[in-house]
């Protein structure tokens, strides 16, 4: 499976939630995708995606949340739990392109 480090999103409402996020992406690397095609992605097994913690170093990879009624959406785990790292990435802009 090929990996790859995401480190800025795009959401319809700053102040929102992670249901809220509707990209994640790149920004030196120039790229976002939307979350959806990440949710298909990560399911399938072909691809995962994480992000360093910028105090610690450690790489948290985002895993798929299903919760009855809701679309699914992405979070950040680590070994004790889920983190809302994911909530504090800067946005994308317009210098990452959309792919996939």
Excluded at 16 to 26: A, M, R, S, V, W
Excluded at 30 to 46: A, D, F, K, N, Y
Aim: positive net charge; proline residues 3%.
């Amino acid at each position: 499976m090929r990996e790859f480090e995401i480190n800025c999103a795009s959401r319809l409402n700053r102040q929102g939630g992670h249901e809220h996020i509707t990209h994640l992406g790149h920004i030196a690397n120039h790229w976002r995708l939307s979350l959806e095609s990440m949710v298909r992605r990560i399911e399938s097994g072909t691809e995962g995606y994480y992000l360093l913690d910028r105090k610690t170093g450690e790489r948290l990879r985002l895993a798929v949340v299903r919760e009855p009624g809701h679309t699914p959406y992405l979070r950040t785990q680590r070994a004790d739990g889920w983190t809302d790292h994911l909530l504090a990435l800067p946005e994308c802009g317009r210098s990452c392109a959309l792919i996939g």
